[in-house]
């Protein structure tokens, strides 16, 4: 840890916030020291360093702190960050109930009330979009917020405290608190007087967000877990299609995402072809700084995550896959991982199973169609799958047996505002986005009313 004067006088002055002079919480509009006086370090994950040292750092944030790619952040977090608070702002004037006949004389109707004070934990792989799916259901619903940055990237989040200042949101509406999982965010999912907690992140921490909600006062709970979603390729599919969506559905952020599409299905007439285009494509992959716009992929998030990856990455070569290519980190400094394929690749192995969210593709090999939505099934996870083929009848009939909130036909990581996201099975519960996103920040109440009326 850093103690506060050290850090006050190292933080640079790069952003419009005075988190140089208080770099804690937004709390009522303002600017508040944690009660403990601690303050804690933020790295730049594409060299190690911490922030606080980078002098005239660029004023794009999330870049920064997160290490992806500027381009993909600027198309896919920034742009998605805006359509999503933009689609649910239309929704602030138009949550309506209904009114529903009922035997007797009554008169029934609903209507939609917000929850209460929300508590929303975000991972660091999306740390503003993930930020923006919270807040726009939530605020639409006319909740109020406690949000928990990770550790790892408060700065767009404290960057949206200064946003919300400057729009004139009412003291209280919004609050932010950075601070680590185990002490803040813990405290939000037990804490009585919040009502409800949505948290996106790994399977392990939801658990204990569920848990915690049981044992203090039963607020809702929504959760956007892991996944290990499979991605089934048949061998009518356009393969050059195939090749570049299965790529980028496990290679985008550097593989740190829920919906990483890590295990690949490829049916067996293509499969060595499949596999030789893939590994072309991977080695072709540009890794580098985030701030080159030529840059396909950044750092991982941190050195936890870099060990972690390449330890899963070692599992599988010793549990005898056949490394394809990459395997190893990459460069002198910073958490890079080289994109790395694997092929015969069985279903027991630890990198068929465990969500790795690094750039690691696993490609087995499959000959009918009953055989692959079995195995693809075969996971504690649910939260996203794909299907290439041209065939109707092979895409609908892997669309529905897939258990899983998300299928892609054609496509990969297609997703918008308007679509519920979420998984099935430990993947999580609840959906975000879309109007079943919406609802989960509503409580709904039927109102009946005896009619007394006579004679009309
Ligand atoms: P994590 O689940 O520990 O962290 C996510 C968020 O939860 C952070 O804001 C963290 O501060 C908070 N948190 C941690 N412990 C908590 C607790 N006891 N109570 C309340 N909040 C808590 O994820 P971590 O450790 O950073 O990454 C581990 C693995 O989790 C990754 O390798 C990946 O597999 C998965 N993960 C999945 C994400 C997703 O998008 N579904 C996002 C981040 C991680
Ligand atoms: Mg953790």
Not at 50 to 75: C, H, M, R, W, Y
Not at 145 to 154: H, L
Request: aromatic residues 8%.
């Amino acid at each position: 840890m850093l103690d506060r004067q050290e850090s006050v006088s190292r933080f640079p002055e790069i952003l419009p916030y005075p988190l140089h002079k208080s770099p804690e919480i937004f709390i009522n509009n303002e600017w508040q020291d944690s009660i403990s006086g601690k303050v804690f370090p933020t790295y730049n994950p594409a060299t190690g360093e911490q922030i606080s040292e980078v002098q005239e750092a660029d004023k794009t944030i999330e870049s920064l702190n997160s290490g992806k790619p500027f381009l993909p952040t600027l198309f896919v977090d920034i742009q998605g960050t805006i359509k999503t608070l933009r689609y649910f702002a239309g929704y602030a004037d138009k949550l309506h109930g209904t009114t529903i006949p009922i035997d007797g004389d009554y008169l029934t109707f609903t209507r939609y009330e917000p929850i209460g004070v929300c508590g929303q934990i975000i991972p660091w792989n999306f740390p503003l979009l993930m930020a923006a799916w919270k807040l726009g259901p939530a605020l639409a619903c006319g909740n109020t917020i406690v949000m928990k940055p990770a550790e790892q990237t408060p700065l767009t989040c404290l960057y949206i405290a200064a946003l919300i200042k400057e729009a004139g949101f009412p003291p209280g509406v919004i609050n932010i608190l950075p601070g680590y999982g185990p002490t803040a965010g813990a405290a939000i999912a037990s804490h009585m007087g919040i009502d409800k907690v949505a948290f996106t992140g790994s399977t392990q921490i939801g658990k204990l967000i569920q848990e915690a909600a049981g044992k203090s006062n039963l607020k809702r709970v929504t959760l956007e877990l892991g996944g290990k979603s499979p991605n089934i390729v048949f061998a009518d599919a356009d393969l050059d299609l195939a090749v570049e969506q299965a790529h980028q559905g496990v290679f985008f952020n550097a593989g740190q995402m829920c919906t990483a599409g890590s295990r690949i299905f490829v049916e067996e007439p293509i499969y060595d072809e499949f596999v030789r285009r893939s590994v072309e494509r991977a080695k072709r992959r540009i890794v580098g700084s985030p701030f080159d716009p030529t840059t396909e992929q950044g750092p991982q998030i941190s050195q936890v995550q870099q060990d972690r990856v390449l330890e899963l990455i070692q599992s599988g070569i010793s549990e005898g896959a056949t490394l394809e290519c990459g395997g190893k980190a990459f460069g002198q400094k910073g958490f890079f991982v080289e994109p790395t394929i694997f092929s015969n690749v069985r279903d027991d192995m630890r990198i068929a199973r465990e969500e790795i969210f690094g750039p690691v593709q696993q490609i087995m090999k499959f000959k009918t169609i009953e055989e692959v939505i079995e195995r693809a099934n075969n996971t504690d996870y649910g939260l996203a799958s794909a299907v290439f083929t041209k065939d109707i009848n092979k895409a609908i009939t892997v669309s529905t047996a897939m258990q899983a909130g998300t299928v892609w036909i054609n496509c990969y990581n297609a997703m918008s505002s308007q679509c519920p996201f979420g998984g099935y099975k430990m993947s999580g519960n609840g959906r975000e986005l879309g109007q079943n996103g919406l609802k989960e920040y509503a409580e709904v109440k039927t109102i009946t009313m005896k009619m007394v009326a006579k004679n009309c």
